[in-house]
Nanobody, 127 residues
């Protein structure tokens, strides 16, 4: 049983930083792609960033490029999302997701390409 548990959300002022964590368990994740998505009220879930567990290749949405950094700790089976220079429009519930059979070299960006999801963590950025 794969489990993804997010943590690290909270309330922060614009310009501040937060680091989200996603602790993964239940399988060997070496072939997985991991993604962070977010969903604001009334909006569709959108891709934020992704990483290939093996090799560490990363990909970012244009809206967060240069401000957010995704990384992973193989020993801890944990993926992180460092979020800097936060803006009010970054306010959303952030979800961690895992794709256990990604296409070679690809980082999936569509929610339906992912197989497992965490419960989400709220990020609120005040102006």
């Amino acid at each position: 049983q794969v489990q993804l548990v997010e943590s690290g959300g909270g309330l922060v002022q614009a310009g501040g930083s937060l680091r989200l964590s996603c602790a993964a368990s239940g399988r060997t994740f070496s072939s997985y792609a991991m993604g962070w998505f977010r969903q604001a009220p009334g909006k569709e879930r959108e891709f934020v960033s992704g990483i290939r567990w093996s090799g560490g290749r990363t990909y970012y949405a244009n809206s967060v490029k240069g401000r957010f950094t995704i990384s992973r700790d193989n020993a801890k089976n944990t993926v992180y999302l460092q979020m800097n220079s936060l803006k009010p429009e970054d306010t959303a519930v952030y979800y961690c997701a895992a794709d256990f059979a990604p296409l070679s070299g690809k980082i999936p960006t569509a929610p339906n390409e992912y197989d497992y999801w965490g419960q989400g963590t709220q990020v609120t950025v005040s102006s």
